[in-house]
């Protein structure tokens, strides 16, 4: 399949484009700026002036709509952007348009999250075949946000306020497998395996840092964080992702399949043992098992 990736660059992009490739389509990823790359075709498309982007969709079976802007410009990128994108895949003819929205877009009244949902309703407008999965907040983005606050002389909790994290490399899973689906016409939400609250997600954070910081406690202003209290920001739509907030920080080590490689890798397993110590009980690992000695 010839797949257009919007936002090819951003943090979900960066999950999703490979992800893709190796799914065996072919990927056309749009960037503002020349790049080169060579299991991805990159094109110059800017959504914001409209540039760049009819040439981006020509030729293209589906697009991934994940390019977005932070509070400032959140409009023009996120309204007018996908109107332009909208238009330019109708020439195209392209068969599905799927679009990432944050969860809580249709409850949250106020900046990213209702442009978000704006931008929804243009797609489900369209006339398009398209699909839209909404996701809760990335375990990626998170954890630049609180590097960054670890730079304040205090971190600022809200225990208020609750996350639902989600590792983008599962969210890239589930747009790969919707894309094998054909659009659905629907509205989807998927967030991460569990929900916590500010004090529990910086805990967690600094523990896995090894950092000692100061916490103060405050209360968190404003109608995006009133409605993330509410509960408008978390999900339970089914599937869940799997990969929580502590294991993306501290992945487990995985443990072979092979059992003579655990075996052999184990420094009491026999294969480990000198030689030239023919009398060397084995313990631990192999516990019982004995070298034959010598007459």
């Not at 065996?24 to 002036?49: N, P």
């Not at 909208?86 to 106020?110: F, I, K, N, Q």
């Not at 054909?182 to 916590?196: A, I, K, N, S």
């Not at 009980?281 to 000695?293: A, I, K, L, S």
């Amino acid at each position: 399949m010839r797949i257009l990736v919007t936002g090819a660059t951003g943090t979900l992009g960066r999950a999703v484009v490979p992800a893709l490739v190796r799914r065996g389509h072919q990927v056309r990823a749009m960037s503002r700026r020349e790049r080169e790359g060579t299991d991805v075709t990159w094109v110059r498309g800017d959504l914001a002036s409209g540039n760049g982007v009819r040439q981006a969709a020509r030729d293209c079976d589906a697009i991934v709509h994940l390019a977005t802007q932070g509070r400032k410009g959140s409009e023009r990128m996120d309204v007018a952007g996908t109107l332009t994108l909208v238009s330019a895949a109708r020439e195209a003819r392209v068969s599905h348009l799927l679009y990432v929205s944050p969860v809580g877009a249709d409850r949250v009244p106020t900046g990213l999250p209702r442009h978000k949902f704006e931008a929804e309703r243009v797609i489900r407008g369209s006339g398009l075949g398209h699909t839209v999965l909404r996701t809760t907040h990335y375990h990626q983005w998170l954890d630049r946000l609180l590097r960054r606050l670890a730079g304040l002389p205090a971190i600022p909790v809200d225990p208020s306020v609750p996350w639902q994290p989600i590792d983008t490399a599962e969210v890239a899973a589930r747009l790969g497998g919707l894309l094998a689906d054909g659009p659905r016409g629907e509205t989807l939400e998927f967030g991460g395996p569990q929900v916590l609250g500010t004090d529990e997600l910086v805990r967690t954070w600094l523990r896995a840092h090894r950092s000692r910081r100061l916490c103060v406690r405050v209360r968190y202003p404003g109608k995006l964080f009133a409605a993330q209290r509410a509960g408008a920001l978390t999900t339970d739509a089914t599937p869940l992702g799997r990969i929580s907030w502590a294991d993306y920080l501290c992945p487990p080590v995985p443990l072979s399949d092979d059992f003579a490689v655990e075996h052999t890798a184990s420094p009491t397993s026999p294969a480990n043992q000198p030689e030239g110590d023919p009398d060397l009980r084995v313990y631990g690992g192999d516990e019982g098992y004995q070298r034959q000695t010598r007459k």
